[in-house]
Structures are given as C-alpha cells and as structure tokens.
C-alpha cells in the first residue's frame, strides 16, 4: 500500500502542473477572443460616429452673384462687311456675401476690361460652344486680375447676342 500511496502522491503531483498549464492556456485563449472581438467591434461599428459627425457639419454657404452692368460692343470685321455687334448681360459669382461690397466700387473697372476685350472679338471667335467657352475663361482670368486680391469663382452669361 505504501506504494500505491507513493504513486498516487506522484500522480497528484504530476495532475497540479498540467491542470495549471490548462487554465493558463484556456485564459490566454479567452482573452485573445476578447481582444479580437473588440477589435472587430471598433473597426466594423466604430466609424458610425465619425460619420454622423461629418454629416452634422453645417452645409457650405450658397455663392453670391455681382450684376455687371450690359455690354453692347461692336465686334472686329473685316473692310466693306456689315458691322456686326455683341450684347452681353454677365454675372460674377462669388464665394462669400462679403465679397460683393468689395467688388461693387471696382465695377467700372470690370466694365471697361470686358469692353476692350471684347472689342478684340471676330464673330468667328465666338461660333459654338467651345467659343464661348473660351470667352467665359478670357474673362473670368482677366476679372480676377483686376479685382485681386478678391477672387471670382466664374464669370456666368445670363444674356449673348451676336446681331
């Protein structure tokens, strides 16, 4: 019996390492679940907050709109045709309210560049919508220097016509 004592007391022995190793492992392995779990729950749903956030900003400010007063200019031709003119009714926007004080004393100024460039014009210059495309770049860049340092977002037409 002393033996089988012995053998027990070795087996009880032997059992308290390889339990202790077993809950080592099991709560190592149940923390890892954990931290994967939250991880997952941060990157899959921790965004929607940053979302709501972005949607919650205020929506930017319409633009605002300077009148330029009519242009009636009489357009380059060649000798003996008949004189062709051009009537233009142009808007200027602008990004802010504010900018419009600043520009409306600078309004003669406007007029008398958009006058001397048009001027200049064929009514070849001026055929289809690539024409007047390039019209609208000529003057919103020849705007913007003369009212620097505020800057036009675009120089719109509300009104063209070539008689």
């Known amino acids: 019996m002393a033996e089988n004592e012995g053998a ?3 087996a009880e022995g032997a059992a308290a390492p390889k339990s202790k190793f077993k809950l080592i492992v099991i709560v190592v392995a149940g923390l890892a679940v954990l931290a994967m ?4 729950y941060f990157f899959f749903f921790g965004h929607k907050s940053e ?4 949607e919650a900003a205020p929506p930017p400010k319409p633009p605002a709109f300077v009148e330029v007063p009519d242009l009636l200019v009489n357009l380059v031709g060649n000798p003996g045709d008949r004189v062709q003119y051009l009537k233009v009714k142009v808007v ?3 990004k802010e309210e504010k900018q419009v004080e600043a520009i409306k004393p600078t309004l003669p100024r406007v007029s008398d560049i958009f006058q001397t460039y ?5 009514p070849s210059d001026l055929n289809g919508s690539a024409g ?4 609208k770049e000529e003057l919103t860049k020849r705007v913007n220097v003369a009212l ?3 800057q036009v977002n675009a120089v ?4 063209i016509v070539v008689q």
């Open 51 to 54: 979302e709501q956030h972005a």
């Open 118 to 122: 048009l001027r200049e014009l064929r």
């Open 8 to 10: 027990v007391g070795e």
């Open 92 to 94: 200027l926007e602008v």
């Open 37 to 40: 779990g939250a991880a997952g």
């Open 156 to 159: 719109l037409f509300k009104e």
């Open 132 to 135: 007047l495309f390039r019209l």
């Open 148 to 150: 620097a340092p505020n």
